[in-house]
């Protein structure tokens, strides 16, 4: 596995910062229908449930927008990945369609609130750290266009940001090409409904991209 830590800057503003890491062979496509069924059935039950001002109050989810107000940036103008995709399940009853890891990681993030990077293990360059980004630090995030990032926690390779919770690059996004797979769930609480999303996460991988070559970690 890419190795991966917490800064002690990032550490220091949220004691109880944790991250999930999988690491895996997948196999990419562009669709499974027995998965988007899943996923479309996901969406009724929370479409259901939940109204648009409660999203914010979820557990994984007012841990994380704490964690943002913490570092410095805005949780409600640079919205995480998780709210933000509850509140379209909750407003549109609908999400984007990508591929099947991508739509396996956002089937998890929208039942559990937690926020989650997904990379192409073989796009980061040397080991990753989780830390606060720093002013001029931009990248290009995934269907956001030039992202600023000061503030926000983001991990960095030797390269460079490459993710945050609000969104990940460009330059290490999962895409039909992707062999090796890196999925870090963000757990800001120290929430006890970690490890069964990473169950979640490791199963769907399995049944529906082929997953193999496991390496799981806990950073702490």
Do not use: H
């Given at each position: ?5 917490i800064?002690?800057e990032l ?6 910062i944790?991250?999930s ?7 990419v ?13 996901k ?7 939940l ?5 914010s109050?979820?557990e ?42 991508v739509d ?12 989650i990077?997904?990379y ?9 750290m ?11 995030g995934?269907?956001?266009?030039e ?11 030797d390269?460079?940001?490459f993710g ?10 999962v895409?039909l090409n992707t ?8 757990d800001y609480g120290?929430s ?6 990473t ?11 082929g997953?193999?070559?496991f ?5 702490v």
């Amino acid at each position: 596995m890419k190795e991966i830590s917490i800064s002690p800057e990032l550490r220091e503003k949220v004691t109880g910062i944790r991250l999930s890491c999988i690491e895996c062979d997948v196999q990419v496509g562009e669709k499974n229908k027995i998965l988007w069924e899943k996923i479309e059935n996901k969406i009724i039950e929370l479409s259901n449930l939940l109204e648009v001002e409660n999203i914010s109050k979820i557990e994984a989810i007012a841990d994380s927008r704490k964690a943002y107000k913490m570092c410095g940036k805005d949780p409600a103008r640079y919205r995480l990945s998780a709210e933000a995709l509850l509140r379209r399940v909750v407003k549109r009853k609908e999400l984007y369609q990508v591929n099947n890891v991508v739509d396996l990681l956002n089937l998890v993030s929208i039942s559990t609130g937690f926020s989650i990077g997904g990379y192409d293990a073989d796009k980061i360059n040397g080991g990753a750290m989780f830390g606060i980004g720093k002013r001029d630090e931009p990248y290009e995030g995934i269907g956001r266009g030039e992202l600023n990032i000061e503030f926000m926690p983001v991990f960095r390779d030797d390269t460079g940001a490459f993710g945050t919770p609000t969104s990940d690059s460009v330059r290490t996004s999962v895409s039909l090409n992707t062999k090796r797979f890196l999925m870090i769930v963000i757990d800001y609480g120290a929430s006890e409904k970690l490890e069964k999303a990473t169950k979640m996460a490791v199963d769907l991988l399995k049944t529906f991209a082929g997953a193999a070559r496991f390496e799981i970690k806990t950073i702490v």
